[in-house]
């Protein structure tokens, strides 16, 4: 050890320097073993509470379902095991859920990255749009459920839309920043070894700027799938949205938890496979494994 590192060790306490020297003591299966446990205590903690306020009818005067009766509930909706209204019905309502989100969020993504990256590089269109996207970006998405019902009626549109507009605004500030606040260094070298604004635009700009996209494309999927739940609730007669809200009004709750475990489940599924995707494209950063 160097005089710099003994007198670091010297000035914490015995305990700590203790604690420090056990655990990177430890053996590397311990350590692992240890992290996977981290894991599992988390979750098992939640459902015994869970079980528990179920069971005792402490929440909701009993009308809060215990984790076992939520799984019994998933199983029929699933794989019609029961004789419940909605047995055997979980993949069309998860398949009508997808099905918006693939529309409306590929809509609302593309959108904001094609007009992100133009306004990010034109000062004059960035005057011109940034006003009135920043005036709307603030209105809840709630807000707009009536006019959307008002204007594209019951079913797939109305969800469609509010999915497109939700996933807008993350993914747009997302692009006009990583654009923006490209290095200016790298930006001045390029043209000085003589690269074409299309080149700029290609080589640099956008590399640069990818980071920030993806974290933006990231948020706006997980409002996404925000939207297209309460659009469900309140604008369609389908999808996972419907069941949970049309099960509430049934007095069903264990089918609410259900779909609640089955959003939650699909949305994280969702989100790796956006990582995944996004690999190829951010495998020289830093974050490219989506920790």
Do not use: C
Not at 199 to 220: D, F, H, K
């Amino acid at each position: 050890m160097t005089d710099l590192e003994v007198k670091a060790a010297g000035s914490r306490p015995v305990g700590v320097r203790a604690a420090a020297s056990g655990v990177s003591g430890a053996p590397a299966g311990a350590r692992r073993l240890l992290h996977g446990l981290a894991y599992v205590v988390g979750p098992l903690v939640f459902i015994g509470v869970w079980e528990a306020a179920g069971r005792t009818g402490v929440i909701g005067n009993g009308l809060f379902p215990p984790f076992s009766k939520t799984m019994v509930a998933l199983a029929d909706w699933m794989f019609g095991t029961g004789d419940s209204l909605y047995s055997g019905q979980w993949l069309a309502a998860s398949s009508a859920s997808l099905v918006r989100i693939l529309i409306g969020f590929s809509i609302g993504a593309l959108a904001a990255t094609v007009l992100g990256v133009l306004t990010g590089r034109l000062g004059w269109l960035g005057n011109l749009v940034d006003p009135t996207i920043n005036f709307i970006r603030p209105i809840s998405i709630v807000a707009w459920v009536p006019l959307a019902l008002v204007v594209f009626g019951i079913g797939n549109k109305p969800a469609v839309f509010l999915t497109a507009l939700s996933t807008f605004f993350p993914v747009y500030v997302a692009t006009v920043s990583g654009v923006r606040y490209a290095s200016r260094g790298l930006i001045l070298a390029a043209r000085m070894l003589g690269a074409s604004e299309r080149q700029l635009m290609r080589r640099v700009i956008l590399p640069a700027a990818l980071p920030s996209i993806a974290t933006g494309v990231r948020v706006g999927l997980g409002i996404a799938w925000t939207t297209v739940i309460v659009a469900e609730m309140l604008g369609a007669k389908s999808g996972l949205g419907y069941t949970l809200y049309d099960s509430y009004q049934q007095f069903q709750t264990q089918f609410v938890t259900a779909a609640m475990i089955s959003i939650g489940i699909l949305g994280f599924l969702t989100d790796r496979l956006l990582i995944l995707l996004s690999r190829p494209v951010l495998r020289w950063t830093d974050g490219a494994d989506g920790s």
